[in-house]
């Protein structure tokens, strides 16, 4: 069965300072792969998805960015966080078919001081 | 544009008491839509979707494409129904693009 690993499950950062969470799937190849932000009264947001190797789509303009590095790897990073950036992050997953739904980690709460 | 609507964010019921999670969804195309819950402490997961017209765990969501509805219904709530609903849309975006609303934070009283 398909099985995410998020770590750290949760980080508190300075502003100013770089951040990278991982994720990674096991269970699964050449899936789809995701990271949402969730937050209270807003739902889940989405950040970034990829659908392979290398290829990173993002879906809001911010401080962030993400890597694929390996098909069952996913990275987001920052330069200097922001106050803003603080919520909880979700890294997801997804087959390549119809109607598949995603797969989620546990997540990793960031507080940025 | 794409958009889903979850108009409560708070839906409290007594135990036995009949639950209906309301979500419009707005998508000029074929939807796929979805229910995921996240109860205390545990990660998000997917709870039915409307292809599969099933039943779990007492839940079932009827597709109305006139109303352009997915509501999620229970005819006997029970406590450990108790968790944070979301509902999702799924489209093909050239990948599998999902949408979300803002969830319904379900308490059963019992």
């Known amino acids: 069965s398909q099985t995410i690993h998020q770590w750290p499950a949760t980080l508190v950062q300075p502003v100013g300072s770089p951040l990278s969470l991982e994720c990674t799937v096991e269970g699964t190849s050449n899936p789809n792969l995701y990271w949402y932000r969730q937050a209270a009264g807003r739902g889940l947001q989405l950040l970034f998805y990829?659908?392979?190797?290398?290829?990173i789509s993002s879906e809001v303009p911010q401080n962030l960015s993400a890597s694929r590095p390996q098909d069952r790897q996913f990275i987001l990073s920052s330069k200097k966080l922001l106050l803003s950036d603080s919520g909880f992050y979700l890294c997801a997953l997804a087959r390549k078919s119809p109607n598949s739904p995603l797969h989620f980690g546990n997540g990793t709460r960031l507080t940025v001081t | 544009a794409q958009r889903v609507t979850q108009p409560e964010k708070l839906l409290s019921v007594f135990k036995g008491a009949p639950v209906e999670l309301k979500c419009n969804y707005s998508y000029s195309g074929s939807p796929e839509l979805f229910w995921y819950v996240q109860y205390s402490r545990q990660r998000l997961q997917l709870l039915l979707r409307?292809?599969s017209r099933e039943s779990i765990k007492g839940f079932t969501a009827d597709l109305n494409k006139g109303e352009t509805s997915f509501h999620l219904k229970k005819p006997f709530a029970q406590e450990e129904d108790s968790a944070m609903y979301y509902c999702a849309l799924g489209f093909d975006g050239g990948y599998q693009k999902v949408t979300f609303g803002i969830g319904t934070k379900l308490q059963v009283i019992p």
């Open positions: 990829s659908v392979g190797i290398g290829q």
């Open positions: 409307h292809i």
